[in-house]
């Protein structure tokens, strides 16, 4: 079983999509759009863990519903990302919400099979390139042409509400021994405070 290149994983949020869930972020990008707050990341050292490691982690924590993977770019390390998903659900139902900076038709007519697995089982991608100049401070995504779309019916119930009612961006700060995380998709004011909390702890920041 391989492993997978990550930058940072929390086991349960409240931000990153419907009810409770885990997040995890994978290392490295192919696009390096101006503005993402994932190149802070992937400047900084990778953390390659063993895919069960990982699947274990997740499939343990009861109160969550699901996982939310975002990046630098999943879809770079799909066949990884699926392995660890299957490992999951195999052992519980499990939602699974992925921001990609591919689009959707990209992702749909790859010819690589590992990309086309990933796909078959997200059931929410955020799809498409962060454009500075269109970073609207709308929740969930960010900027407006990027896009929100089922590709399950997992979350049909609350999926009008849940994106496209709330309109308020939210975050969380995970604080840990050797760094401060930002967790959600920020507003400026919620990078700003990110970048002061880091640099309150003595963390090196961007």
């Known amino acids: 079983m391989g492993k997978i290149d990550i930058s940072h994983f929390v086991l349960s949020t409240k931000v990153l999509g419907p009810y ?17 707050i994932a190149g802070e990341m992937n ?9 069960a490691e990982l699947a274990g982690y997740f499939s343990d924590i009861d109160d969550t519903e699901g996982i939310t993977v975002s990046g630098g770019e999943p879809f770079l390390q799909a066949a990884a990302l699926y392995e660890m998903i299957d490992l999951i659900q195999a052992k519980r139902d499990y939602g699974v919400i992925i921001y990609t900076g591919f689009e959707y038709e990209e ?9 086309r697995r990933l796909l078959a089982c997200t059931d929410i991608l955020i799809d498409g390139r962060y454009v500075k100049s269109l970073d609207d ?3 969930y995504r960010g900027s407006s042409n990027q896009r929100i ?8 119930d609350v999926f009008e509400t849940y994106y496209f009612e709330n309109n308020k961006r939210n975050i969380e700060i995970d604080v840990e021994e050797k760094n401060v995380y930002l ?4 507003s400026k004011y919620g990078l700003e405070t990110w970048r002061k909390f880091k640099k309150k702890a003595g963390c090196e920041s961007d």
């Not at 409770?20 to 993402?36: K, N, P, Y």
């Not at 400047?43 to 895919?51: A, F, G």
């Open 137 to 139: 401070g709308k929740a």
């Open 183 to 186: 967790v959600g998709v920020p």
């Open 20 to 36: 409770v869930r885990s997040a995890l972020w994978v290392h490295g990008c192919c696009f390096d759009c101006e503005g993402c």
């Open 43 to 51: 400047r900084q050292i990778s953390d390659l863990r063993e895919i």
């Open 149 to 156: 779309i089922q590709l399950s019916d997992r979350y049909k």
């Open 107 to 115: 992702l749909r007519n790859s010819g690589d099979m590992s990309v």
